[in-house]
C-alpha cells in the first residue's frame, strides 16, 4: 500500500524555539495533504489542509502564524511549530490524499513532539 | 461541525464478544473508509467501501456501507486483545471534502 512518512518521529525542543515536522509521500503525488493534532486518549482534531503551490487552510481556532505550513512539492509538506511552548506538546499526524486510487488517505507514522 | 457521527465513542469488551461500530450522516459520500489507530503510531488502513450496500470482510472484521451510501457499519466478531485501539471512519464526497468522525476507542479485555 501507500506509504507516508513523517520525520522525525520524535523531537524535544526548548520553549521559544521553533521545530519542523516533514511529511513525505513516497509513492504517490499528493496535492492535498492534511495536519492533525492528538491528544493523549482522544481522536484526532484536524488542524489544517495543505494544498500544493497555495496557501493551507487552516481550521477554526488553529493559529496560522502559530502552525506554518509549506506544501512546496507533490510529495512534501512541512508543518512548523513557531515559538514552541509547552502546551504545544502533542502528538502530530500527517496524512496525504492519493487521487490515483479514489482519493484515498493515508497517514503517516506520527511525530511525538516535546517542549520542555 | 461534526458530520460523521460515529459511535459509541468508548467500548469495553471481554475477549470473544462481538461488537459494532456506527458511521452516520446525513451526507451522502462517494466512498467511506475504516482506519485503526494504535497508540503513538498513525492510523492505518483497514478498508475503502464505495459501493452502496457493499460489504467487505477482512478476517473477523465485516464492513458494510449503507444502500444510500450515509452511513457505514464495523463488525468485530469475536474480539481479540489485538483488535484494541482507536477505529476512524472517514468519509468522502469528492476531493479534499472528506470528514472524519470522532472515533471509537475499543478496549478488548483478556
Known amino acids: 500500500g501507500a506509504v507516508v512518512s513523517q520525520h522525525p518521529s520524535w523531537v524535544i525542543c526548548k520553549s521559544g524555539t521553533s521545530v519542523k515536522i516533514e511529511c513525505r509521500s513516497l509513492d504517490f503525488q499528493a496535492t492535498t495533504m492534511f495536519w492533525y493534532r492528538q491528544f493523549p486518549k482522544q481522536s484526532l482534531m484536524l488542524m489544517a489542509t495543505?494544498?500544493?503551490?497555495?496557501?493551507?487552510?487552516?481550521e477554526q481556532g488553529v493559529e496560522k502564524d502559530k502552525f506554518l505550513i509549506n506544501h512546496a512539492s507533490l510529495t512534501l509538506s512541512t508543518l512548523t511549530v513557531t515559538s514552541a511552548h509547552p502546551e504545544d506538546s502533542s502528538f502530530y499526524i500527517c496524512s496525504a490524499q492519493d487521487r490515483s486510487s479514489g482519493n484515498t488517505i493515508y497517514f503517516g507514522e506520527g511525530s511525538w513532539l516535546t517542549v520542555v | 461541525t461534526q458530520l460523521l457521527e460515529q459511535s459509541p465513542q468508548f467500548l469495553s469488551i471481554q475477549e470473544g464478544e462481538n461488537l459494532t461500530v456506527y458511521c452516520n450522516s446525513s451526507?451522502?459520500?462517494?466512498?467511506l473508509q475504516w482506519y485503526r489507530q494504535e497508540p503513538g503510531e498513525g492510523p492505518v488502513l483497514l478498508v475503502t467501501v464505495v459501493t452502496g450496500g457493499e460489504v467487505k470482510k477482512l478476517k473477523r472484521l465485516t464492513f458494510q456501507f449503507g444502500d444510500a451510501r450515509k452511513d457505514s457499519s464495523l463488525h468485530i466478531t469475536a474480539a481479540q486483545p489485538g483488535d484494541t485501539g482507536l477505529y476512524l471512519c472517514?468519509?468522502?464526497?469528492?476531493?479534499?471534502?472528506?470528514?472524519f468522525g470522532i472515533g471509537t476507542k475499543l478496549q478488548v479485555i483478556p
Open positions: 451526507s451522502v459520500f462517494s466512498s
Open positions: 472517514a468519509g468522502h464526497r469528492g476531493y479534499q471534502k472528506v470528514t
Open positions: 495543505s494544498n500544493e503551490g497555495s496557501k493551507a487552510t487552516y
